[in-house]
């Protein structure tokens, strides 16, 4: 088979590279890709939100699947398009990944289902926003309806911050139009976990948890940021929380997207907060998280591209999805500076350390070729993840790996997967 990537992150690496180990594949192809992808795939300079284009490249190469790995690509209609075209492809339909693409979208099917989620009200008029909060406890979180970097959410402990807050979403559109529309939710605390799954349309099968760690600095201080790193599984997912997910949160969302004739088929991303009640959905995202995918990958025993057919073509009921009873942690080297200014187009040296390894990866989040070197061109540059029997050894192989990398103005956490000593 030719399958065709879109994206050019270090979750596509890490799509590309458990691509690379199917029997069925013959070659990759990746828009845009990065220079770490370009180990398994043929890198393709055509942007990922430019679906004509990607579409008539498809078809020009005889792809025969195509495995959207952004968001951007799939609130936007990338999939429509694609099908339109009598294209496969693996990821939901515009009128799906509105689950992602509007939070306003998303609360309001979880109150109409009856799905666990923190109480809420949707505003498109700052006015009124600001009214609401005259009443309302602090603190409170407000969030941008649309898709924001994964910036959109402020967190807000006094009513000057709240109406702050407001006047910057809905009136100075920080966001953009993503601020069209916004919602003002009840303030929770918990443990977060991540969990991913592959979904048909009908059948939902659950992979492994795994926990992102957001903020830039350790001890979760510091701004928000794409994810400084993941470890999987999370401990603190017991049988239990499983068992309650299971009942009330993921074959519930996969069936209230069925009845509202948005049928959902492609990766259910469900952002969890375990809360003394019980576990709440945070927000649902249409994709592999990042780097949630650096650590649940490496640990997933089926051939991928068996689970991307089986959700194009319905079938998911037959597959049995396996995770090894291992351990993965993935420290993502970043740019001092990120997420707000840093410098681009230093060296990367030692990623030969990588090669041939079986426990230890490195994956591109911002990399290029400049004169046949690879340098940094990112915020995000690079994800070691390592895999290790228990969550302690993989946190202690990722952190020895992430040595063997150098670039000028490398920066990471030091405290991924700390949490696990509390477990
Ligand atoms: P989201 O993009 O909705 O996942 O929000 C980003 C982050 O904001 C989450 O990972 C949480 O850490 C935090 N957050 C979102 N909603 C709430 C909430 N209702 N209560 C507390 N924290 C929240
Ligand atoms: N790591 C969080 C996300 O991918 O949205």
């Known amino acids: 088979m030719k399958i065709l990537i879109v994206g050019s992150g270090g979750r596509e690496h890490a799509i590309a590279w458990k691509v690379a180990q199917s029997p069925k594949v013959e070659k990759i192809y990746c828009a845009p890709g990065n220079a770490g992808i370009a180990e398994y795939a043929e890198c393709v300079?055509?942007?990922?939100?430019?679906?004509?284009?990607?579409?008539?490249?498809?078809?020009?190469?005889?792809?025969?699947?195509?495995?959207?790995?952004?968001?951007?690509?799939l609130v936007g209609g990338i999939v429509d398009v694609?099908?339109?075209?009598?294209?496969?492809?693996?990821?939901?339909?515009?009128?799906?990944?509105?689950?992602?693409?509007?939070?306003?979208?998303?609360?309001?099917?979880?109150?109409?289902?009856?799905?666990?989620?923190?109480a809420y009200e949707n505003f498109d008029d700052p006015q009124k926003a600001l009214e609401y909060l005259e009443t309302a406890s602090m603190p409170i979180v407000l969030k941008a309806d649309g898709l924001a970097l994964g910036k959109g959410v402020l967190i807000c402990n006094t009513l000057e911050e709240a109406k702050e807050g407001v006047k910057?979403?809905?009136?100075?559109?920080?966001?953009?139009?993503?601020?069209?529309?916004?919602?003002?939710?009840?303030?929770?605390?918990?443990?977060?976990?991540?969990?991913?799954?592959?979904?048909?349309?009908?059948?939902?099968?659950?992979?492994?948890?795994?926990?992102?760690?957001?903020?830039?600095?350790?001890?979760?201080?510091?701004?928000?940021?794409?994810?400084?790193?993941?470890?999987?599984?999370?401990?603190?997912?017991?049988?239990?929380?499983?068992a309650f997910c299971k009942a009330q949160i993921y074959q519930k969302t996969v069936d209230a997207m069925a009845a509202e004739g948005r049928s959902f088929k492609g990766i259910i991303f469900f952002g969890l907060m375990l809360t003394e009640k019980g576990p709440r959905v945070l927000e649902y995202n249409a994709r592999f998280g990042d780097p949630e995918a650096q650590v649940v990958l490496p640990r997933m025993k089926n051939d991928i591209v068996d689970l991307f057919e089986a959700c194009v073509d319905g079938t998911l009921d037959q597959i049995e999805l396996e995770f090894e009873d291992n351990a993965a942690v993935c420290v993502v080297l970043a740019s001092k500076g990120y997420p707000v200014q840093y410098e681009k187009g230093y060296e990367i040296r030692g990623l030969e350390r990588f090669k041939d390894q079986k426990d230890r990866f490195v994956f591109h989040a911002g990399s290029k070729f400049s004169d046949g070197k690879i340098v940094t061109n990112g915020g995000r540059?690079?994800?070691?993840?390592?895999?290790?029997?228990?969550?302690?050894?993989?946190?202690?192989?990722?952190?020895?790996?992430?040595?063997?990398?150098?670039?000028?103005?490398?920066?990471?956490?030091?405290d991924i997967g700390k949490a696990i000593d509390e477990a």
């Open 82 to 118: 694609f099908e339109a075209q009598g294209l496969r492809v693996f990821g939901p339909r515009k009128n799906a990944a509105i689950l992602e693409g509007s939070k306003a979208f998303s609360k309001d099917l979880m109150k109409k289902y009856q799905i666990p989620t923190a």
């Open 168 to 242: 910057s979403i809905m009136m100075d559109k920080k966001f953009g139009s993503a601020g069209n529309q916004m919602v003002i939710e009840e303030f929770m605390t918990g443990r977060e976990v991540s969990v991913l799954s592959f979904v048909d349309g009908k059948t939902i099968k659950i992979m492994t948890s795994a926990q992102d760690h957001k903020r830039a600095l350790d001890g979760d201080q510091g701004l928000n940021t794409g994810g400084m790193g993941t470890f999987s599984p999370s401990p603190f997912y017991t049988e239990e929380v499983d």
């Open 45 to 73: 300079d055509i942007g990922a939100m430019e679906f004509d284009k990607l579409a008539a490249f498809a078809k020009t190469e005889q792809i025969d699947l195509t495995v959207v790995g952004m968001d951007d690509p």
């Open 381 to 414: 540059v690079l994800g070691v993840t390592a895999l290790g029997k228990d969550l302690k050894e993989a946190r202690a192989n990722a952190y020895r790996a992430a040595e063997w990398v150098e670039f000028d103005n490398k920066y990471c956490r030091s």
